[in-house]
Every structure is written in structure tokens, then in C-alpha cells.
């Protein structure tokens, strides 16, 4: 026999490839109805070797290129005022970091690009583990970015110290408030670039962008962040446009590596997230709620493609379920998923949460394989699968 097939109520039944494409590599499936063995029904099905194309996953990109011209240099609190003040001033575009500085109190590290408009780059010297260390004082981002353009942030190191208690997220009358800032925020601005950035330990949020038009997120990683790895705006009023998520390594994040939504003309592309909600911080599923590596809602034209999404556990497997590769929320239109790697997810592959409705959503050519369950909820959701692997 080639394959396994195995029965999935009444009237259904799966049929599982092998592990190799046979040759030929066709299969004929037959059935014969038990209470009638007159009544059969068969059918010649291609099996397919599980290729992908290109690379999967986020690879070490090759040493930052910084701007050329002249630079302010940074190496502690009081030249970091200066170099802020003198790009706000229009004085200097390019800020040099030459170590890391020290950020202890409230608002010591504030980088405010509040209406600054570049072309503007802050980025850390080559060769050097140059950025920001922050053990307390979280009430403020560190990069603030609110209506302004061209800014490029690259080659830092955002390090936010040992782990906060007082920082999880609390649930008030309903809703949840959040007591720390995220390390880099972003909201009615546009072409930002952020290049080789490395946020460890964010308290909130490591990024989190709305109402922004073209961003990029780019040879990054982000460990550890207390909330979500990557959060985009909440309501339709704060969609953001041309966004990029380009080979980025995502991982340990207690809640989503990437929680997208009301973003129009979206790529996630050659990122590994690994390890991702790997803590369920919200009580809003009748207990604790699971969720996915990837969550989205509320997007058009988003393309999830070359991704690498493995490993994702809730380590006290206290809420209700496990942790998906993807989880799809309401609505979602004009979507491709494919040649993706979705794999050792103690919860789905890829689900649809109840209720899900999708509008030209298409999951094709990825491998997704050795998951809790390796598709739910899809059926009835508007989300065509097909021409998908599930063997490694």
C-alpha cells in the first residue's frame, strides 16, 4: 500500500502520502461502501516530492554598510543628548554609536524622532556591540518615532535587562493595560527602516508600528520580548501600508513573535520564529488562550512566504491548547501562504479561530509537518489549501 489512510467520520476519510514520491508517482484510491459493496467510488491522485524553493529561514546577513558623511558619535548619556538634539535640530543625519550607554531612570535614553524627517540614520559602529542597556525605568520607549520619514535605525543592540514582573500585561474591567513601553515605537510615519537591529528582553512590545506607510524590519532578531515580538496597529484608523519582514530571527516571545494586523501590502519573508508564545499571558478563552507563532487580523495583500516556523510550545501547557505555527483571525482578504517550513508546534500548523472568514486566502506549497495537528478549523472558512506537504 502507498500511503495510509484513515478514517475521519462518517462518510470521510484522509488519505496520508508516504514519506517518498513512488514511481509512478500516482496512486489509485478505491472504496467500497460496507452496507452495500455494490456502491464504490475510486480516483487517480498525483503524489508530488516536497520541494521548496530558495531559502527557508533567516540567515546571518553580511556586516552593516554604514552611511557615508560626516557623524555625531555617541558613547554615553550626555552625547547621546547632544546627537538627538542635533538631528532634531537638522544640524547632523547621522548618529554613530561607539558603545553601549547605560539607561537608568525615567526618560534618560529617550531617542524622540518626533517630526523629524530625514533622510536620518542611527546606527552602531562596525565591530562594535554599541546600543542601549536599560535595567529599569521601562515608562518610556527608547526610539520614539511619530510623524516623521526616512529615518533609518541599524546595527544596534537594544538589551532590557533581567526579567520585570511588575511589566505582565494586567487585566482591567474587561481589557487588558500594559505597564511598560516597547523598546521601539513607530505610528504616523513613513519609509522607516530598521536594518540589523538586535532587541533582547523587551518589556512590552519590541516593535510595535501603526498608521505608518513602508517599513522595514531586516536582518533582525528579536529574543525574548514580554508581549508580542512585532504588533501593528488595532483599529482600522491605524492601517499601516508597504510593510516588510525580511529575514528576521524571532524567538522565545511569551506571547506572538509577530502580531499583524490592519496592515495593507504586507510581506513575511525568510524569518525563523522559534519558540514563540511560548507563555499564555491572556485570560480571555474561558482560561488562558492559546495562540500562534504568527497571528493575524484585519489585513489585505499580506504575503507569508519562505518562512521557517518551528518549535512552538506553551512550557506550562496551562491554557486552553497549544501553540499554532500561524493562527488566522477575522478577516483576512487577498492572502498567500507558501513554501514555508511549519513544523513541532505542540498546537496547529496553521488554524483558523472559530468564526474565521477568509477572502482570496490561499495556503499552498509549504511543508507542514509533525505539528500538535497539522490544519485546523479551515474547512467553511473561505481558505482554499491545497498542493500543501505534510512530511518532512
Not at 532634531?88 to 523629524?116: H, Y
Not at 500594559?178 to 512590552?204: G, R
Not at 515580538?229 to 530571527?249: A, E, M, Y
Amino acid at each position: 500500500m502507498v500511503g495510509t489512510i484513515a478514517a475521519t467520520g462518517v462518510g470521510a476519510a484522509l488519505y496520508t502520502a508516504p514519506n517518498t514520491a513512488p514511481n509512478p508517482d500516482s496512486v489509485s484510491i478505491t472504496a467500497v461502501c460496507l452496507a452495500d459493496s455494490s456502491k464504490t467510488g475510486s480516483l487517480s491522485e498525483a503524489i508530488q516530492s516536497c520541494t521548496l524553493n530558495g531559502t527557508i529561514g533567516y540567515v546571518a546577513p553580511p556586516p552593516y554598510i554604514p552611511p557615508s558623511g560626516p557623524t555625531c558619535a555617541v558613547s554615553d548619556l550626555s552625547t547621546l543628548a547632544s546627537c538627538v538634539a542635533a538631528v532634531r535640530s537638522g544640524v547632523t543625519a547621522n548618529v554613530r554609536f561607539t558603545a553601549m550607554i547605560n539607561c537608568s531612570g525615567d526618560g534618560t535614553c529617550l531617542v524622540d524622532l518626533t517630526n523629524v524627517h530625514g533622510p536620518v540614520a542611527f546606527f552602531g559602529e562596525l565591530g562594535v556591540n554599541a546600543g542601549f542597556l536599560r535595567t529599569n525605568s521601562y515608562t518610556y520607549p527608547i526610539v520614539n518615532i511619530s510623524g516623521a520619514s526616512d529615518i533609518t535605525i541599524a546595527n544596534l543592540t537594544f538589551d532590557e535587562g533581567p526579567d520585570d514582573p511588575a511589566c505582565t500585561p494586567v487585566q482591567v474591567n474587561g481589557s487588558y493595560n500594559y505597564p511598560c513601553q516597547s523598546t521601539i515605537e513607530i505610528d504616523h510615519s513613513s519609509s522607516i527602516l530598521l536594518e540589523q537591529v538586535n532587541i533582547l528582553h523587551a518589556k512590552d512590545h519590541a516593535i510595535a508600528f501603526s498608521a505608518t506607510q513602508g517599513i522595514t524590519i531586516q536582518d533582525s532578531q528579536i529574543d525574548d520580548a514580554g508581549v508580542f515580538g512585532i504588533w501593528s496597529g488595532f483599529n482600522q484608523s491605524l492601517l499601516s501600508t508597504n510593510v516588510s519582514i525580511t529575514n528576521d530571527l524571532i524567538q522565545n516571545v511569551k506571547s506572538n513573535g509577530i502580531f499583524l494586523s490592519f496592515t495593507q501590502n504586507t510581506s513575511i519573508s525568510g524569518n525563523t520564529l522559534q519558540h514563540n508564545h511560548h507563555v499564555a499571558l491572556f485570560n480571555e478563552c474561558n482560561g488562558l488562550c492559546p495562540g500562534g507563532q504568527i497571528d493575524m487580523q484585519d489585513n489585505s495583500s499580506l504575503q507569508i512566504y519562505s518562512n521557517q516556523i518551528i518549535n512552538g510550545q506553551i512550557d506550562l501547557n496551562n491554557a486552553n491548547g497549544q501553540t499554532d505555527g500561524i493562527e488566522i483571525a477575522d478577516p483576512n482578504q487577498d492572502v498567500r501562504i507558501t513554501n514555508n517550513i511549519i513544523a513541532n508546534n505542540l498546537g496547529a500548523g496553521i488554524a483558523a479561530d472559530p468564526g474565521t472568514v477568509g477572502t482570496n486566502f490561499q495556503i499552498t506549497g509549504n511543508k507542514i509537518y509533525n505539528n500538535g495537528t497539522n490544519l485546523y478549523g479551515l474547512p467553511g472558512a473561505g481558505i482554499q489549501e491545497l498542493g500543501d506537504c505534510f512530511t518532512q
